[in-house]
């Protein structure tokens, strides 16, 4: 079948939206839909399937600054409509949802039993539960909880030839064979477009508290944070930032500073500040504590230095390493911006082992070149977060090809033989 004829047909599966309000990295798209239920997006892959039309599932658009710059993009699925929180059993700690569900809707019927889902997201009211699986972004909150997949007990998945594939369930143990939620948590639904998610969910902390520590060097900074890791003290979120991360967030102090998050009741929480505040003072630092509502502010914009959403100057590089070794490839890292005349904002996420560079200042394209060759050679592994589309065309974004990748080749044939879900976006330009 012509594209046309296709494009014309798809119409009556969905709504149908303004294309211009999905461009990806400088493409846009022949068609924007918005497919009803959960049947009609079934449908609207099988046809797109058999046109050889190249699909990218979009939730919100907060992280689609992520992924290589697709081969090709005839049709935006836009997810707004499956928006339905399917199961919710409260004394069971199980939900299930659609992927169109916000983060804000869910948190908001989660907060009402008292639960919660530990989230790190900046705009909550925007970014969809099935684009954070789909991107398999994290946030501090991992240290203390656990990352998103650690939660997922159940998934939900569209193939391009219309089934439906499951995994998973609704309880929080289960050994159903091969794990389809590692295979789909950020994949970007490469392999599957991700129609519902179950998740265990945890009762929602009833105090929190941030400690702040300021001290001048790094080195000070990163021995009180591997002070506290190696501690019987238990923060859910431990971090390290440089003096531009601090001003971003609105702090004005010189020099390095460490934050450390502490959630659970009342009491509890009082003493897990008063013990780090303690420790800090013990490693020559001063310490300030944010109260609940300017804990929730300050990590709120936490989240907003490690995002990936789109950007049209500069960049944003997340570095794995061993928390032990942050401060060993610091100096790297300012070393190359030096080299290339622009300033670094440093969020060190010690307690996941996640490092985040981000570059605010206009790059030239030899300038980017010059700063990605160096960056992508740290830590364990690399990803360029969000860089304008002119600067992901000629790089894998996932940098050093991991060592899975012929077997990610192997299940991309199996689950999209034809390729038409995000072509070229994930690991390896899948």
Known sequence: MAATPV?????QFGEVLDPQAYQLDGLTPQLALAPLTIDALRDVLHVAAEAGLAVVPWGGGTHIGLGNVPRAFDLALDLRHLNHIVSYTPHDLTVAVEAGVTVATLQRELGRH???????CATPERTTIGGLVASGLG???????????????????????????????????????????????GAFGS?????????????????????LAGYATLDQAADLAMAVRTSQLAPTALIVLNASA??????????????????????????????????????????????????????????SLIDAAPCEQGL??????????????????EAACTAVRVHPTLVLDVGSGLGYVTIDDELSPVAFQQLWERLCTLGQHVTLLRAPAAFKAGIDVFGRSPASLAVLRALKATFDPSAVLNPGRYVGKL
């Open 7 to 11: 494009l014309q047909q798809l119409t």
């Open 114 to 120: 008292g639960q919660m889902l530990p989230l790190d």
């Open 139 to 185: 946030g501090p909150r991992r240290y203390g909880y656990g990352s998103l997949r650690d939660l997922l007990i159940g998934i939900t998945v569209a193939l391009p030839n219309g089934q439906l594939s499951r995994g998973g369930g609704m309880v929080v143990k289960n050994v159903s064979g091969y794990d389809m939620m590692r295979l789909h948590y």
């Open 191 to 211: 392999f599957g477009v991700i129609v519902q998610v179950n998740f265990k969910v945890l009762p929602a902390p009833r105090a929190q508290r941030t400690v």
């Open 246 to 303: 601090q001003r971003t967030l609105g702090e004005h102090v010189e020099g390095w500073s460490v934050a450390l998050r502490c959630e659970g009741p009342p009491q509890a929480v009082e003493r897990q500040a008063e013990r780090i505040s303690a420790l800090v003072r013990e490693h020559g630092g001063r310490e300030w504590v944010l109260d609940d509502q300017q804990t929730e502010q300050y990590w709120a914009r936490v989240a």
């Open 316 to 333: 944003r590089v997340r570095i794995g390493e061993r928390p032990s070794s942050f401060s060993d490839i610091i100096p790297t890292i």
